[in-house]
DNA sequence: TGCAATGGATAAATCGATTTTTCGCAGTTG
DNA sequence: CAACTGCGAAAAATCGATTTATCCATTGCA
């Protein structure tokens, strides 16, 4: 344990060698844990290296490589549960092997998404754990791709003929969905979505759409996509609602492909003081923490936050570590939770008391 | 604009120096801005500058500095919408500083914080922005001090004898709920919080009772602090209101004190059958974006995360500059937003339908 | 004319490690 | 006994910038 060392210039590896009496290199080399060192120098560099409560600069250590021992992640944003999880994962991951993450939010932009990536091209990043704004063509991985950086790519991706991608299998989950709500009766679906994240939300609608009109040929199926802004979307689905009442029909289900849409969607419930699920039923792609505790309970898609994260590290680390071979495309299975905001359509009151149990 | 530059070294400041016929230390000047440099050289660099695409190297360009540009920001866990906005603040006022944020979770653990801490240390970061797991008297701070670092402490911290605190006013907003549920009618209200957090909670505590009972000398306030786990807290509640019930009392109101309590009220109510407001009133420290979408909207205090940031950036970077003098404590008005959760004790029937609207 | 002052730029030191090269010394071998 | 082998450690080069010291030409002024 260091002494004293108050707010003195911390003790560089020069301190630590002539303490011991050996050479900043020999220093060098018994912290690095190589073996041609004699015991007995060794133990005077432990000794030392105890004294003086010394620790390596890992700025200077990282100077000489190639490859620094930093990962950056790159997130749309951080204030949901998914990207907020998957920053800590990321984080715990990376620092047991070593490496100190930089996360940065792109806040939907692939602008910013661009910026933030040459100032991580600039540190010289291992490599990088990207979750694209919108998909695996934007700009953002051409920058990688053109300047030859190591990263993986998550969440909002399908696959990639340049890097590895890991998701969540939306398809399947979109399909589980769908056998529910058919199940339970359901006939005529809405499905809320944001279109430009192309790769996601196609794969969401597409397996949900799939499977649903293969269980039931004459099924109806709308389809509510807002371009990229969660705004306007508030819009379209109040329109949505106001041009079915004109006409006398309403679905009975709403499927919401990503969170922000579950919450316009509850939004719009409110506000037209419909209950689930006695006026309608509501699932949402994205779980939460909330949705489990409110009246009803909320229905949702799970994504496996933690398979993703890790998966998405080892084939970064892989790749980091010169593994070659054709870029893999990874789906993590997600879990469904089909809690009370999901009935059958018809057997409830239009409004009054939600179904205790 | 980079011309080729597939995946090669890239250009260090000696080839934009031999490519403007100058030497390095020229070249680091023209990017410093001096200006004592002939402005026919200054041009040539700046012509090497675009033609190779250079751009600093960070790393290398903070090693000689004893402060480099880095800040470290320490979060008690980035889950939840506050942390979470709060990192995303912070990224992107260290940056338009030109400095970089690398934040870590201590996922509430004190001796992580202290790890991290030290890890932070070993880069040399300029500066700490710590949002402590319990209090400003942790290990972490005592580390903070005892080697001299720079830093802002946040959040669940009230003030400090070394470091320049910011933080909500709890107190204020607590006092201001505590006006609101007497002003409502309440007379036996529920306080739920979390006990370690000493300082937050304390003044969240003492704002609420102290108002409370200045206003209505007579009420009764009821306390359920758990240690500083949630789950027992679940199993408190649980206890408190089935002790209540078998003496045929209960709260008309419940005051949680941070978040998570918030959603153990909920899910607690849930259990018992029990609705907002009509059988029970409710209101939280911390606000989140589905408690706006909710049925009903539950009432929330709202902490001003973007000039917790900003403040908190602000004094650091003075702090960093050298500013002295001794330390100060901010507090930051929080905004209560009374949403439907809250109502008038015994105004609507034990179950059934909500209030409209 | 001579010497100091000054502008402008380069060489060299520095930051703190890692890695390569060199070196000294001991023990073998021919 | 010279040459060779090898071990272990020190010296030096390196990474890519910044900063300090140094140097060369002018220019200014006595």
């Known amino acids: 344990m260091a002494h004293r060392e108050t707010q003195q210039r911390r003790p560089s590896i020069h301190d630590v060698a002539s303490r011991a009496g050996v050479s900043a290199a ?25 004294l003086l409560g010394y620790r390596v600069d890992p700025l200077a250590s ?37 490496f100190t993450l930089v996360a940065a ?46 990263g993986v790519l998550i969440d909002r991706v399908l696959a990639d003929d340049a890097f590895d991608t890991v998701s969540a299998d939306s398809a399947a989950a979109s399909a589980e969905v769908a056998r529910a709500l058919v199940g339970k009766g359901h006939r005529h679906i809405l499905v809320v979505g944001l279109g430009q994240q192309a790769a996601t939300v196609r794969a969401r609608l597409e397996g949900f759409r799939a499977t649903a009109l293969q269980l039931v040929p004459d099924i109806r199926i709308d389809v509510v996509l807002a371009e990229s802004e969660v705004e306007p979307l508030r819009t379209l689905l109040s329109d949505y609602f106001s041009e079915g009442a004109n006409r006398g029909e309403r679905p009975t289900a709403v499927y919401s492909l990503f969170l922000k849409g579950t919450l316009v969607a509850l939004s719009e419930f409110r506000r037209r003081g419909w209950h689930c699920p006695d006026d309608i039923s509501l699932v949402g792609f994205d779980d939460a ?27 970064l680390f892989r790749r980091i570590e010169g593994e070659g071979g054709p870029p893999r495309a990874r789906l993590e299975p997600c879990k469904v939770l089909m809690r009370e905001s999901v009935g059958s359509p018809g057997s409830g009151p239009h409004s009054g008391g939600g179904s205790r149990q």
């Open 105 to 150: 939010s792109s806040r939907e932009s692939e602008a910013r998404e661009k910026e933030i990536l040459a100032r991580m091209h600039d540190w010289r990043v291992a490599g990088i754990v990207l979750a694209p704004v919108r998909n695996e063509h934007g700009p953002a991985a051409g920058f990688m791709k053109a300047n030859g950086m190591t």
């Open 26 to 50: 020999t220093v060098s080399k018994v912290l690095a844990g190589v073996t041609t060192v004699k015991p007995e120098n060794a133990q005077r560099v432990f000794d030392a290296v105890d």
């Open 62 to 98: 990282d100077m000489r490589r190639a490859k620094r021992r930093i990962i950056g992640a790159i997130m749309p944003e951080f204030e949901s549960e998914f990207f907020g999880q998957m920053v800590s994962e990321l984080e715990a991951l990376a620092e047991q092997r070593g």
């Open 289 to 315: 923490e909330w949705m489990q505790v409110t009246w009803p309970a909320i229905a949702a898609v799970v994504q496996p936050v933690r398979e993703i994260a890790s998966n998405a590290m080892d084939v």
